[in-house]
């Protein structure tokens, strides 16, 4: 069936869910629906979820909550519920949220359109987190691509099958499987020849890429990924410390346009801690991995995540932990206080740590790591980087910022994720580029085209 009206789509947690949720747009404009990205021209609103937290749990709640009231405005107004938060509650979301009318779970994704056919022709309360019926590559394509992106996210491979005791992902997700090598290029050629430069792969643990089913190696894809002539840029996440080949390793140190940046989540420094974790590394293999890392990419960037609070965790695994991010010098992290999911085992551990206890933690760990991006931000300075230039940085409604020559302000990263802003009126988006760095600061860096690069046309 074809139908007219708006999607508006809000989605929340991991990048899976960003490539998710251009999925669900594919689906819903074949269906006849333009976007939208104003809430009160919306017939039909999709919330794509995540609960690896409590928090990001709640903000799906609360968006979702608001429709209560429109839908007494505007009775034909559609509220459909999408991903983790929908897999995880099921049946249960309604307990809360009465008016809803989808609950579509993460596998459920390619029959969303025939539950969108029931809801047009009257039905309600519609509840599908059911397995998959069709192979993951049968989703259909973006075909409302968005004009001037330059870097794309891919899944690889969707499920978890490790079990860390804090996590929710395998019970959300379920268990890992991995797409055909040939259709992941595909999908990339496709990206390419529209522009796109930059591919981000995507899964929970891309190390154990295609080993269930027998394909070729992750290192192998990263290869294959590379051989697409517009890519100039692959990246990759996430890496699993227990799993990080020396293949992987190589590859990296091998294909230039593999950038030499590696997010690899370490979440605790201690091994009593990481041991309840189930994470299957001590500290000390961990640091090792990264000696092989530094050792045979020397200018590789490293970032990291980090849970503080974890059952059990004492002031001194907690010391660890920051000793931990001296000893490595990661070059950002992402840092998260504990929070219990009943679905996880940790849920049931004793030794639960006191919620002030976790913020002061928390606040003690970013406040280490500023001081240590600041340092590393600053000895950039003077260094000439290669940028992919991503576009203007309208920071203000109002236009483009201008710096103090007149010049629009553009905006792009290095090869270590790093936000570089630098003035050009000649500088195409999707340019790889070469800046100076002048300036150094917490969270971005700032420079100039180098003076070849410098020119009018
Ligand atoms: N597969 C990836 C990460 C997935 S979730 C990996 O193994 O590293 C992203 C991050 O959320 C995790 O790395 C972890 O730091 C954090 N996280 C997961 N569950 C959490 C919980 N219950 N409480 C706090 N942080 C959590
Ligand atoms: Fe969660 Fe662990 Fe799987 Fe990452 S590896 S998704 S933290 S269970
Ligand atoms: Fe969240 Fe699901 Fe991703 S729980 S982090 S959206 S896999």
Redesign the pocket.
Known sequence: MRYSGYAYINTIG?QMNVYDSEKLAAILNALGFAHTRNLDQADIVVCNTCS???KAEEKAFSFLGRFAKEKQKKPHLLTVMAGCVAQQEGNNAFKRLPHLDLVLGTQAFSRFGRHIDALQSGQRQIVDTGPSDVIFEAMPDDTNFLENQVSRFVTIMQG?D?Y?T????PYVRGRERSRFWKSIVKEIQVLADKGIREITLL???VNSYGVKEGGISFAALLGKVACIEKILRIRF????PKDLSPDLIQAMADLDKVCSHL?L?V?SGSDNILQKMN?GYTRKTYLSRINDLKNTCPDIALST???VG?PYETRADFNDTLSLLTEVQFDSI????????SS?P?AKFAGQVDEKEKMDRLNQLLALQDSVTKKKNKYLKGQIMEVLVEGFSARHHDGFVKTSDNMKQMTGRTASNKVVHFPSETIRVGDLVNITIENAYLHSLWGRPTESEHHEE
């Open positions: 991991c690896i937290r409590h978890c490790n860390c804090y996590c929710v992902v899964g929970q643990n996440a996430t890496s699993h997010h989540p979440q994470r995540d980090i849970i974890f992402f840092a998260f206080a504990y929070s219990d999911r996880a940790a």
